[in-house]
């Protein structure tokens, strides 16, 4: 790096320096959901952050290949959400993750479980949340087929176009739908 661009990179930095730590940084301002002493707001609120920090740790562990620890840090995201008494889209998505890597780790009653856990709660929502639940529901039929269970494959696949079939047009994908028929056919055909 020549000269000129090592002073300009100081000069830089002591601007950043000084917008962060000089005299125009003003306090931030008061929580609003902490509202007089109500503790319930505040607790939620912070097991909230905790599961959508152990969602952003899970998400860093599979970009290290590290299924086992992601699969982790998702199942106590979700645990987290669940106790919280409420259903959340986030909630369906923490559970849906989870499903995934268990799915990819061959652990597949936690799938299943999880995939459950998700169709549950995505199928309580309109949307694209009701998309994912139908995705959940061909995830888990395509490992009961795995698994030799084809009348739970089957009960899942046609569960998952029943529902594709019932969403708004606008939300409906011809090729999915196709690709859910193809997959009945083949239960039928005996693949």
């Not at 830089?12 to 917008?19: K, T, V």
């Not at 959340?88 to 799915?103: K, N, R, S």
């Amino acid at each position: 790096m020549t000269k000129v661009n090592w002073q300009m990179l100081l000069c830089f930095g002591f601007l950043l320096g000084w917008s962060a730590c000089g005299p125009a940084r003003q306090a931030p301002p008061e929580d609003p959901g902490a509202i007089g002493d109500d503790s319930s707001v505040t607790a939620e609120r912070a097991a909230q952050e905790r599961a959508s920090d152990l969602m952003g740790k899970a998400g860093f562990a599979i970009a290290d290949e590290n299924d086992g620890q992601a699969l982790e840090y998702y199942l106590a995201a979700a645990a987290i959400l669940d106790g919280l008494g409420r259903v959340t889209i986030e909630q369906g998505e923490a559970h849906f993750m989870a499903a995934g890597v268990a799915q990819r780790l061959y652990q597949n009653e936690q799938a299943i479980k999880e995939y459950e856990a998700a169709v549950n709660v995505y199928l309580r929502f309109s949307g694209k949340s009701r998309i994912k639940g139908i995705a959940a529901l061909t995830n888990m039929g395509m490992i009961y087929k795995a698994m030799g269970d084809s009348g739970k494959a089957r009960s899942c696949w046609e569960r998952a176009l029943n529902n594709y079939r019932a969403a708004p047009p606008d939300l409906q994908s011809e090729r999915n739908i196709k690709q859910i028929e193809k997959l009945l056919q083949g239960l039928s055909s005996g693949y």
